[in-house]
T-cell receptor, first 113, second 111 residues
Framework: DTEVTQTPKHLVMGMTNKKSLKCEQHMGHRAMYWYKQKAKKPPELMFVYSYEKLSINESVPSRFSPECPNSSLLNLHLHALQPEDSALYLC????????????FGPGTRLTVL | GENVEQHPSTLSVQEGDSAVIKCTYSDSASNYFPWYKQELGKRPQLIIDIRSNVGEKKDQRIAVTLNKTAKHFSLHITETQPEDSAVYFCAVGDAGNQFYFGTGTSLTVIP
């Protein structure tokens, strides 16, 4: 099973709201990623977790807070977002951080009002 | 970090013709080169990948070629079909599995 799942599919939130995005995989992968994708642009890496530890933070604003509760789950907590944060948020996973295929989830379409 | 360029940005072909998309990269230590297809509103789907110790890989109508000396790799789609219409992204993976994506090619196959 090469499936990564994400919830919710769509999210609309105000700038003062707090919400969370969830990602799950049951492939035994030990690396998980958060990407942000704007329309007609490539995915931009935000965070990388390896063996449940934050490995890379690509200078993402603190209003985005990642969390990896266990090896199958990855969350992205959102607080005080701006309208320009509206985008498709993609989760991906790979076996580990050696050169390996990344499998993407379906994404959460986020709109910040 | 890695600098990945992808060309062309848009490509229209007649059904049955071939399509070629090319990517160049800057870091000679990069060692993994996947291609993703993304349909409108969908997730990027891996369609083919190649590692640095191989020069060419083929899977039915799709092939990827890699020239490590020149630091470029290409996606070849033969006998194109309307369902091949999508945005295609190349990516370059470094030793830490950090992916650097190309800017994407919007492929339209005209029936």
């Amino acid at each position: 099973d090469t499936e990564v799942t994400q919830t919710p599919k769509h999210l609309v939130m105000g700038m003062t709201n707090k919400k969370s995005l969830k990602c799950e995989q049951h492939m035994g992968h030990r690396a998980m990623y958060w990407y942000k994708q704007k329309a007609k642009k490539p995915p931009e890496l935000m965070f990388v977790y390896s063996y449940e530890k934050l490995s890379i933070n690509e200078s993402v604003p603190s209003r985005f807070s990642p969390e990896c509760p266990n090896s199958s789950l990855l969350n992205l907590h959102l607080h005080a977002l701006q309208p320009e944060d509206s985008a498709l948020y993609l989760c991906a996973s790979s076996q580990d951080l050696t050169t390996d295929t990344q499998y993407f989830g379906p994404g959460t379409r986020l709109t910040v009002l | 970090g890695e600098n990945v360029e992808q060309h062309p940005s848009t490509l229209s072909v007649q059904e049955g013709d071939s399509a070629v998309i090319k990517c160049t990269y800057s870091d000679s230590a990069s060692n993994y080169f996947p291609w993703y297809k993304q349909e409108l509103g969908k997730r990027p789907q891996l369609i083919i990948d190649i590692r640095s110790n191989v020069g060419e890989k083929k899977d039915q109508r799709i092939a990827v070629t890699l020239n490590k000396t020149a630091k470029h790799f290409s996606l070849h789609i033969t006998e194109t079909q309307p369902e091949d219409s999508a945005v295609y992204f190349c990516a370059v993976g470094d030793a830490g599995n950090q992916f650097y994506f190309g800017t994407g090619t919007s492929l339209t196959v005209i029936p």
